[in-house]
């Protein structure tokens, strides 16, 4: 079974600073996918980024990068510029194989952005 | 662009109801699932479904819950005698076929609210 590991709870920055969370995962599988997903408090699942285990160039999508490190079983999401709006639950997510499988999600961290 | 769609909103229940959860997923999608997340925890896994059948289940998918496709565009799910426990908001999702270049990514509904009372 896998598991997702999100270590920090709660974060917090300021408006057009960057901000780091961590996201760890314990797999056997050699063929997964990994996501960050934004669940802002209207509670929609919003995607943000998704990272294919076999390429090795890390995902970017605008202000969103993640640093991934499949031997070190690593997965943190980089939020630079930070926006008011980026102030949400972030959940990173893994899936084995390819379509139908199921979503395992960390716990979550809470990440405030403040003026 | 297309979304996935889910009613009701909230839905408001007695212990012992049944109750019946509708999604629309993407026109498109061929994968289906339920997710569900208990207020202040981290979002579960249900089941997947792909050419009427259940592909996958979590331990969660017991005999209480069931899910259907009824028609070509509705994919239901069922929860037969509803206990305080299953409040809960229970989310959609839907991914394209194999093949497509981000067929893999699962693309959510806004949720319906199931209070249990």
């Known amino acids: 079974a896998q598991t997702v590991t999100q270590s920090q709870p709660e974060m917090s920055v300021q408006e057009a600073e960057t901000v780091t969370l961590s996201c760890t995962y314990d797999?056997?599988?050699?063929?997964?996918?990994l996501f960050w997903y934004k669940q802002p408090p209207s509670r929609q699942m919003i995607l943000v980024i998704r990272?294919?285990?076999?390429?090795?160039q890390n995902a970017t999508e605008n202000r969103f990068s993640v640093n991934f490190q499949k031997a070190a079983k690593s997965f943190s999401l980089k939020i630079s510029d930070s926006q008011l709006g980026d102030t949400a639950m972030y959940f990173c997510?893994?899936?084995?194989?390819?379509?139908?499988?199921?979503?395992?999600f960390g716990k979550g961290t809470s990440l405030l952005v403040t003026p | 662009e297309p979304e996935v769609t889910q009613t009701p909103s909230h839905q408001v229940t007695q212990m012992g109801q049944e109750v019946i959860l509708r999604c629309v997923p993407i026109?498109?999608?061929?994968?289906f699932y339920w997710y569900r997340q208990i207020l202040g925890q981290k979002v579960e896994f249900l089941v997947s479904?792909?050419?009427?059948?259940?592909?996958?289940k979590s331990e969660i998918f017991d005999d209480q819950f069931s899910v259907e496709r009824p028609d070509g565009s509705n994919f239901t799910l069922k929860i037969r005698s509803t206990k305080l426990e299953d409040s809960a908001m229970y989310f959609c999702?839907?991914?394209?076929?194999?093949?497509?270049?981000?067929?893999?990514?699962?693309?959510f509904g806004p949720g319906t609210r199931l209070t249990v009372t």
């Open positions: 999702a839907s991914s394209a076929p194999s093949g497509g270049r981000s067929s893999y990514e699962q693309y």
């Open positions: 797999t056997s599988e050699n063929n997964y996918y």
């Open positions: 990272q294919e285990a076999y390429k090795q």
């Open positions: 997510a893994f899936m084995k194989g390819n379509s139908g499988y199921a979503l395992n």
């Open positions: 026109s498109n999608h061929l994968y």
């Open positions: 479904f792909y050419n009427n059948e259940i592909s996958e």
